[in-house]
T-cell receptor, first 110, second 116 residues
């Protein structure tokens, strides 16, 4: 059973376009993290959100945690080829264990 | 070291062979996690160590999988009698604090295991 569902699974866009990736669950999470993973490497943490409704910005990336702490979104403005990678959300459940979503594979074409 | 180091990077095993995968976490990190990542999927939790104690092994898929961290630093994941379904990337991650502290996980580059 996948605790966290990510959509879309795949996204191929042109440089300069905007995009949003979603991470949804029926469960409540203590906190939620977003990671980016490049081929042949481990995931690298981008951000942690803790409070329901919290919004964090990291340059062109905007992360939002849902009010009920069950879902999150990642918005990228003016995507660049360097943003290409696998984006993973991970929810901390019961302050105990991180569950990862299945990932969104993003390809930004120059 | 500066980051989490895993070895080998690639391992090809014949079905039925035993394998051992090594993880060197960041020095001083209390928590160590093993994850299994199938192609195109997110990592799936296998097991968790706090120092030398294995506090959670609920994600190990069968009794062929065994992990240890005897001195609270280096960890080894052993898979006995490998099967084709064991083919995956095995990721190790460490964090400074015990689990549940909202920790930042630092991942290694993984070991890609292929069972023929």
């Amino acid at each position: 059973t996948q605790l966290l569902e990510q959509s879309p699974q795949f996204l191929s866009i042109q440089e300069g376009e905007n995009l949003t990736v979603y991470c949804n669950s029926s469960s409540v999470f203590s906190s939620l993290q977003w990671y980016r993973q490049e081929p042949g490497e481990g995931p690298v943490l981008l951000v942690t959100v803790v409070t329901g409704g919290e919004v964090k910005k990291l340059k062109r990336l905007t992360f939002q945690f849902g009010d009920a702490r069950k879902d999150s979104s990642l918005h990228i403005t003016a995507a660049q080829p360097g943003d290409t990678g696998l984006y993973l959300c991970a929810g901390l459940y019961n302050f105990n264990k991180f569950y990862f979503g299945s990932g969104t594979k993003l390809n930004v074409k120059p | 070291g500066a980051g989490v180091s895993q070895s080998p990077r690639y391992k090809v095993a014949k079905r039925g062979q035993d394998v051992a995968l090594r993880c060197d976490p960041i020095s001083g990190h209390v928590s160590l996690f093993w994850y299994q990542q199938a192609l195109g999927q997110g990592p799936e939790f296998l097991t968790y160590f706090q120092n030398e104690a294995q506090l959670d092994k609920s994600g190990l898929p069968s009794d062929r999988f065994f992990a240890e961290r005897p001195e609270g630093s280096v960890s080894t994941l052993k898979i006995q009698r490998t099967q084709q379904e064991d083919s995956a990337v095995y990721l190790c991650a460490s964090s400074l604090r015990p689990r549940g502290g909202g920790e930042k996980l630092f991942f290694g580059s993984g070991t890609q295991l292929s069972v023929l």
